[in-house]
C-alpha cells in the first residue's frame, strides 16, 4: 500500500449491504482495510433494520450495493444505510453501485409512463448520499439525473485482457465485435477499436418487451468469430436470437460478452443449449445458482477499488481508461 493512501487509512470507511458481499469482500481485500462494521438485518415485519456498529463521525465512507435483483430490496436497503451514516456525522457518502436497477427506464417510450431512473437517482440523493460510483450504465444521460457527481466506469479493460489473450480472438482479422441494437453501437465500436477488429450491427426490432425480432446484419461475419456486446442480459432471448442469426450468416463461433449478468428467469439454461460459444460476464451481479460451464465470470472489483481509493484521495479516475 502507497505511503500516501496509508496516511489516510484511519480517514476511509467501506460499508456493504447484503446484495453483493462477495465483490465487496474482494475490494476491501484490494484495498488492504477491514470492512466496515455495519449490521444489516430484517425486523419481524421484513422492515429493514441498519446499524452502524462503529464511529464514523467525520469519515470518508462508502457503500457497495448494487440494486440488483431482488431490486426493490436492495434498493431500500442502499437509502436506509445512507440514511444511517448522515445520521452518524459521515463527512462524506458515496453510493458505490456496480449495477444501477431501474437504468432501461431511462425515457418516456410511450405516453404515460414513468422515467423511473430519475426518480431512484432523486432518492439516492434525497437519502444523502454526496457521490455516486457506478459501472456501465445502461444509458449514459443518467449520469445527467442526479444533482451530485457521478464516477461512471467502464469494465471494457477487463473484456479486453480476456479476449486479447483468448486462443480464439487472439487473431483480430478473423474477429468482429457485433452490436445487438442500433442503441449499443457506440458501446460496441469503442470496444471494437480498442479490441482492433472490424464492427457489425444488428438491425433489431422490439414488437413488445423481452421480445425481439432481428431484421438484417449489418457487416461482414461470414467465417468470423463473433463477439456480441451488450451492457445487460436480462432474459437471454434477444442476445440468443443475434447469436442464432449469426450462425445462419456464416459466422464460425459466436462469444457474447456483458456487463451485468441479470439472467432472468431460466436464462442461463437457454445459454447451456445454445449455440453459443462462451458468455463473458463480469460480477456486478452476483450469479449464485446460474453459474454453468458457458458463463466465465470475471471481477471488477480492482477496478472498483482503484476507483473508490482515487475518489478518497481526490486524485484522477479517467486515468484508469487512458
Not at 444521460?141 to 469494465?155: K, R, S, T
Not at 479493460?157 to 483468448?166: A, E
Not at 482492433?196 to 432481428?214: C, F, G, H, M, Y
Amino acid at each position: 500500500m502507497k505511503t500516501e493512501f496509508r496516511s489516510h487509512f484511519n480517514e476511509l470507511k467501506v460499508f456493504s449491504g447484503n446484495a453483493n458481499k462477495d465483490l465487496f469482500n474482494e475490494i476491501i481485500s484490494y484495498l488492504g482495510i477491514p470492512e466496515g462494521k455495519i449490521y444489516v438485518g430484517r425486523f419481524a415485519d421484513g422492515e429493514i433494520e441498519v446499524k452502524i456498529e462503529e464511529n464514523i463521525r467525520g469519515k470518508d465512507c462508502f457503500i457497495v450495493q448494487p440494486t440488483c435483483p431482488p431490486v426493490n430490496e436492495n434498493l431500500m436497503e442502499l437509502l436506509v444505510i445512507i440514511d444511517a451514516l448522515k445520521r452518524a456525522s459521515a463527512a462524506r457518502i458515496t453510493a458505490v453501485i456496480p449495477y444501477f436497477g431501474y437504468a432501461r427506464q431511462d425515457r418516456k417510450s410511450e405516453p404515460r409512463v414513468p422515467i423511473t431512473s430519475k426518480l431512484v437517482a432523486n432518492l439516492i440523493v434525497a437519502a444523502g448520499a454526496n457521490r455516486v460510483l457506478t459501472m456501465d450504465l445502461h444509458a449514459g444521460q443518467i449520469q445527467g439525473f442526479f444533482d451530485i457527481p457521478v464516477d461512471h466506469l467502464f469494465a471494457t479493460p477487463v473484456f479486453l485482457d480476456y479476449f486479447n489473450s483468448h486462443k480464439d480472438t487472439k487473431n483480430k482479422e478473423d474477429v468482429v465485435v457485433v452490436s445487438p441494437d442500433a442503441g449499443g453501437v457506440e458501446r460496441a465500436r469503442a470496444f471494437a477499436k480498442r479490441l482492433n477488429t472490424s464492427l457489425a450491427i444488428v438491425d433489431k426490432r422490439r414488437p413488445a418487451s423481452n421480445q425481439a425480432e432481428i431484421m438484417n446484419i449489418i457487416g461482414d461475419v461470414k467465417d468470423k468469430v463473433a463477439i456480441v456486446f451488450d451492457d445487460i442480459i436480462d432474459t437471454g432471448g434477444t442476445m440468443l436470437k443475434v447469436v442464432e442469426r449469426l450462425k445462419k450468416e456464416g459466422a464460425k463461433k459466436v462469444f457474447a460478452a456483458c456487463t451485468h449478468p441479470v439472467l432472468s428467469r431460466d436464462a442461463d439454461k437457454k445459454i447451456l443449449d445454445s449455440p453459443l460459444q462462451q458468455l463473458v460476464v463480469t460480477n456486478t451481479i452476483p450469479l449464485n445458482n446460474k453459474k454453468n460451464e458457458k458463463i466465465v465470470v470475471l471481477s471488477v472489483a480492482n477496478l472498483l477499488a482503484e476507483a473508490i481509493k482515487r475518489i478518497h484521495l481526490n486524485t484522477s479516475i479517467s486515468e484508469l481508461f487512458v
